[in-house]
């Protein structure tokens, strides 16, 4: 059955701290796999994609990897901000569907 | 550019009432999608069109939910009647790929049914 697995459920951190959300999934075939983060209130937005041949990609302080043989990737976030605070969803896509997990929600405390 | 617009962002409806989403998607995007988000979970699709074709409305509970895309471009999810368990935001995303490209989702239509 294709799964996306998301952890932890929710994560509560001290600005500045760095975090590690992490995402496990099932699906197959495989094309790519999306970051989303969701702030409250607002639709999902792209962070970053990974393919099958790319282990790690940053987009700022946002840094993504992939395994693709054990199927897990993992968003680290680095120096972390108030503004991190949201919903982060990892989106598995076979070149046809999309699998969606059920996020992360991240808080950032000043 | 305009991105995925969707109306209206809040909604609070009796139960066997009916209502109504309206989404545009970006211009020149000719996959469609509506999705259903509950709190705390990720969103599941309820619906993908490819311009006016429903090529996927398997999860659509037929019994009540109906959606439409006429010329291609906007589309419109109803639900009639509702029910208290329709309460969950209801997303609309666009992509320009077919099946593999990026999502671009609208800020989501919120449903509350007393």
């Known amino acids: 059955k294709n799964q996306v697995e998301q952890s932890p459920q929710s994560l509560i951190i001290l600005e500045g701290k760095n975090c590690t959300l992490q995402c496990n999934y099932t699906v197959s075939p495989f094309s790519n796999l999306r970051w989303y983060k969701q702030d409250t209130g607002r639709g999902p937005v792209s962070l970053t994609i990974m393919t099958f041949s790319e282990n790690t990609k940053s987009n700022g302080r946002y840094t993504a990897t992939l395994d693709a043989d054990t199927k897990q990737s993992s968003l680290h976030i680095t120096a972390s901000q108030l503004s991190d605070s949201a919903s982060y969803i990892c989106?598995?896509?076979?070149?046809?569907?999309?699998?969606f997990g059920t996020g992360t929600s991240l808080t950032v405390i000043p | 550019e305009a991105g995925v617009v969707q109306s209206p962002r809040y909604k609070i409806i009796e139960k066997k009432q009916p209502v109504a989403f309206w989404c545009n998607p970006i211009?020149?995007?000719?996959?469609l999608y509506w999705y259903r988000q509950n709190l705390g979970q990720g969103p599941e699709l309820l619906i993908r069109?490819?311009?006016?074709?429903?090529?996927?409305d398997s999860q659509l509970p037929k019994d009540r939910f109906s959606a439409e895309r006429l010329k291609g471009v906007d589309s419109t999810l109803k639900i009639q009647p509702a029910e208290l368990g329709d309460s969950a935001v209801y997303l609309c995303?666009?992509?320009?790929?077919?099946?593999?490209?990026?999502?671009?989702f609208g800020e989501g239509s919120r449903l509350t049914v007393l």
């Open positions: 069109y490819e311009n006016e074709e429903a090529v996927d």
């Open positions: 989106v598995v896509n076979t070149g046809n569907q999309f699998y």
């Open positions: 995303a666009s992509s320009l790929v077919p099946g593999s490209g990026e999502l671009f």
């Open positions: 211009s020149g995007h000719n996959t």
